[in-house]
């Protein structure tokens, strides 16, 4: 590949004398569908030339339904992939005024993409939290790969779009009882609103968002979660149209790579999507944080976690009698979805922690086993409370596997008020479970135990915990999340385990919703 400070070779579409952006890409690349759209902001700021490496008529294809706006060539022999020399494509090339090369992107990679719009004069253009995952990586590039037999044509590919098909109309005989035929046919186990024309349009008409357009592509089956079709499962889950405010943004999160919901909705593990809400459309909405907070005690918690359920199983097409593979299952999987009761708590809530405004709306997100109870009613100090959760929360997953996974702990406000009173932040919190959770080494003894957690005690870390050897639980404060919720009357808080974690697992994700 060329280096950074060398003089590049000619190539078609670039002009000498300024600087340039050399993108290379071929059209059935996925991340190459997901960077270019991104480099159309830069157009004005950089000399942008796209090099495609497939024919003419793929090439118009791929530029007419990803909307590409700056001026693309073809690499008819790949004579210029071969010169540049990229690995994997997408490959980018910026060029200064005299042709040297200043900068090189492989893959798809939003903090690099904002990178390179500062470097030549531009904001960024790569938001945390606009679906696409943080980093991915490309494919190998055309002028690399053997030469082989292609069966059927080429240019019949798959591309990203942004604007989908329009939901499908179905008719149903009056013969047919309209909630039991959209029970059938389009929900789960539980009887759904049938969702009508009429009801639908309703809430396009509340979202403000074109019906076609492409929230996000939902796994394990990749269906296009077009606003129409969101729409259409939240009728059915029983949103009120202003719910449409939150369900993109919930959409978009639980298709962020780094949730990994195809993991989460393929797993034998208990783990469901649960939902956290942040901020005033907590009160806006009617989201309920205080008692029976996981219970069915509000509209809207109950029917966002419905209509996120639904959307799985409609478009994602995770089924519970087919892909979805739980062994036994969670209640969860009906419905999820807490909101934060940030008036008892004395901390900054959850979504300021993950890094937004207090005053913004949030959702976050967390594969979550189903809550695990905490009951202390009779510490006086913030330690002895926060040892028993400790306790707790050596048990999940499993009572001798540490490190490869997370947990939410949701204290109630008087379990909080114990722990303000001790003075108590936090960070402090957090720290000390992290600390206090472990295993005793004395549980790993017996070498010819061959349950779980005993194959990989030589990666654990041994720590003293009260006085007693320990290996500890989990891998650092950060797997460790809290979130105040529930009623004042009753010190009962939960312990809430994850999937499998970090890069190959799922990690938690938070997402604005606009104001």
Sequence with gaps: MIREGQTVPAVLGYTPGKAALLV??????????ITLPYLNALKDSVQIVGISQDDEPTTQQ???????????????????????DPQSVPSLFLLDEDGRLQRTVVGFDKASLNELAAAVGHSAIAPEHDGAPAWKPGCSSRHLEPEAEVEGDP????????????????????????????????????PVVPPTEERVQKMLVASGLPAEAVVARVPPCYGEATVEKIAANAVMAGCVPEMMRVLPALVRAVCDERFNIHGVQATTHFAAPLIIVNGPVRRQLGFWSQQNVFSNVARANSTLGRALQLILLNLGGARPDGIDMSTLGNPGKFSY??????EESPWEPLHVERGLAAQRSAVSLFAAEPPRAVSEHTARRGRT?????????????????????????????????TLQRDGFSRSQVRQFLFEHSGVPVRYYQDRDDTGEGMQMVA?????????????????????LHLVVAGGTAGKFSAVIGSWATGPTGSQMVTYPIPD
Aim: aromatic share 10%; proline share 4%.
């Design 24 to 33: 290379f890409f071929e059209a059935d690349c996925p991340t190459c569908q």
């Design 62 to 84: 791929f530029i007419a339904q990803l909307g590409i706006g700056f001026p693309v060539e073809i690499d008819r022999d790949l004579s210029a992939s071969r010169a540049f």
């Design 155 to 190: 240019r019949d590919i798959h591309l990203l779009r942004r604007a989908g098909d329009r939901a499908s109309r179905t008719r149903v005989s009056e013969e047919h009882d309209l909630v039991e035929f959209c029970m059938k046919h389009y929900g789960d186990a539980l």
């Design 337 to 342: 979805c807490i909101a934060e009761n940030e």
């Design 385 to 417: 409370l926060l040892m028993a959760v400790a306790r707790t929360l050596a048990t999940v997953w499993s009572p001798r596997s540490c490190m490869a996974f997370e947990a939410l702990v949701v204290l109630c406000p008087e379990h909080v008020k």
């Design 459 to 479: 990666q654990y870390r041994e720590v003293t915990i009260d006085g007693e050897r320990c290996y500890q639980k989990f891998r650092s404060p950060e797997q």
